[in-house]
């Protein structure tokens, strides 16, 4: 009857926890896809659209750079007296002038407007990959957060149910009480890793919102598998190779050091006098009408003024280009160095701390807590089963989500086109199968 009594009691206290545990820990119901999410944020972030205006601002500057200089047009209306009145007349003429640049000026100038623009769409494009690895990568810290938030909730209710259990046998002798102190000061330490986990859910979730334009509270529920990246060659040389061609922070240096030459050229043309050229037409009435017409020509006389100032900037602001391209080159080298041996090192450890570790650790876990409800296994073996659980999925969702972080800044250093190019390798790999 003792027995009986006792099995009842587990399953009233088993179905009693998992009752109160959809009105405790409500999770999101709404369906979202981590490439879908990423598309919004691309659509809707603010500081997108600062960038997108710096384009179409450098746009508006290379077509007002493009066109050219407005005409003149002088009028000239008076009157002439001379001490012979019968030659008194009216005075009047005009002049058209339209201003030219010396050859060379114009095309120079539009030259450096286009690298304006050039720049200014590397920036927006560099921003942009940022703004979706930033995304991808709060998604993923989210997904793992929750599987630790749903670990340490169920670790924490099991132990609950547990400490029911245990309050509701007869209580004989002191080995109740001790194991109930042991399970009580237990459930301190779990319910601090459950305290740290939900701080860890909510905090990726209020950026993800925040990236998202919503309230920090919005509930997202990410569908995707979580695994790890997928790369299929990642060799220094192919890394390498991919960075010095589509690194957007090396474009953007070699776009300014393309400026600076060009502005070098333009300083040595500066001091070219620049003319004005244009009919006119003049009359003077009086006893007899008299009239002119001819062509007009004006320029500035390059004596004094002759821009070598100019053209000692232009030289060292291109130097200053070249060395910063130099510097970014090595700083590139360094960045595909560090970044490939933490991956190396990251990956090496997630192959030893995996998902099939952390399910088999699940499964222990499990089974600790009905051996220990028979009475089986004592009370530590039973708190050290659930804390290496709870230690293991930490350790593997730490070193999931620093794999996916050294991924995506691999794939920043090249532009956006090391995953890509891997998922292109890969589905052709597929279709070749097929």
């Given at each position: 009857m003792k027995v009986i009594r006792y099995i009842v009691i587990y399953f009233i206290v088993v179905g009693c926890s998992l009752a109160e545990e959809p009105q405790r820990y409500s999770m999101p119901t709404e369906p979202f896809v981590i490439q879908d999410l990423v598309s919004e944020v691309l659509d809707t972030h603010p500081e997108l659209l600062i960038y997108q205006d710096r384009v179409k601002r450098e746009k508006g500057e290379r077509m007002e750079g493009g066109a050219w200089s407005n005409p003149n047009v002088s009028v000239q209306v008076g009157y002439r007296e001379l001490e012979e009145r019968e030659r008194d007349g009216l005075v009047y003429g005009f002049n058209f002038m339209q201003p030219f640049e010396f050859p060379g000026k114009g095309s120079l100038r539009k030259a450096i407007l286009d690298q304006d623009v050039y720049q200014a769409n590397l920036a927006l494009k560099q921003f942009r990959l940022a703004l979706s690895g930033r995304a991808r990568q709060l998604a993923r810290r989210y997904q793992l957060a929750s599987e630790k938030v749903r670990a340490a909730r169920m670790v924490s209710i099991r132990s609950e149910g547990v400490m029911r259990l245990i309050k509701a046998r007869p209580q004989k002798g002191a080995r109740p009480l001790i194991e109930l102190r042991i399970l009580e000061a237990g459930q301190i330490r779990i319910h601090e890793e459950a305290k740290h986990a939900e701080y860890e859910y909510r905090e990726a979730q209020a950026d993800l919102n925040a990236l998202l334009g919503r309230q920090p509270e919005h509930p997202i529920d990410l569908s995707d598998t979580i695994k790890a990246p997928e790369i299929a060659d990642l060799s220094k040389e192919r890394?390498?190779?991919?960075?010095?061609?589509?690194?957007?922070?090396?474009?953007?240096?070699?776009?300014?050091?393309?400026?600076?030459?060009?502005?070098?050229?333009?300083?040595?043309?500066?001091?070219?006098?620049?003319?004005?050229?244009?009919?006119?037409?003049?009359?003077?009435?009086?006893?007899?009408?008299?009239?002119?017409?001819?062509?007009?020509?004006?320029?500035?006389?390059?004596?004094?003024?002759?821009?070598?100032?100019?053209?000692?900037?232009?030289?060292?602001?291109?130097?200053?280009?070249?060395?910063?391209?130099?510097?970014a080159r090595i700083e590139m080298d360094r960045q595909i160095f560090e970044r490939l041996l933490h991956y190396e090192l990251t990956e090496k450890h997630y192959r030893e701390v995996n998902e099939h570790m952390v399910s088999r650790m699940a499964d222990a876990a499990a089974l600790a807590d009905r051996q220990y409800r028979q009475g089986a296994i004592d009370v530590r073996l039973y708190l050290e089963s659930q804390k290496a659980y709870l230690e293991t999925l930490e350790i593997y969702t730490e070193t999931l989500g620093a794999l996916w972080d050294v991924a995506l800044d691999i794939e920043l250093i090249t532009g956006g086109e090391l995953i890509a190019h891997s998922r292109k390798e890969s589905s052709h790999g597929e279709q070749s199968k097929h």
């Open positions: 890394v390498t190779q991919l960075a010095h061609r589509h690194n957007l922070t090396f474009q953007l240096y070699e776009a300014e050091l393309e400026k600076a030459k060009l502005s070098t050229d333009a300083a040595e043309l500066e001091a070219m006098p620049d003319f004005s050229f244009g009919p006119f037409f003049s009359r003077e009435e009086g006893a007899e009408q008299e009239w002119s017409a001819g062509v007009r020509v004006e320029m500035e006389l390059p004596l004094w003024k002759r821009g070598r100032g100019r053209v000692v900037s232009a030289l060292a602001s291109e130097s200053i280009a070249r060395s910063q391209m130099a510097l």
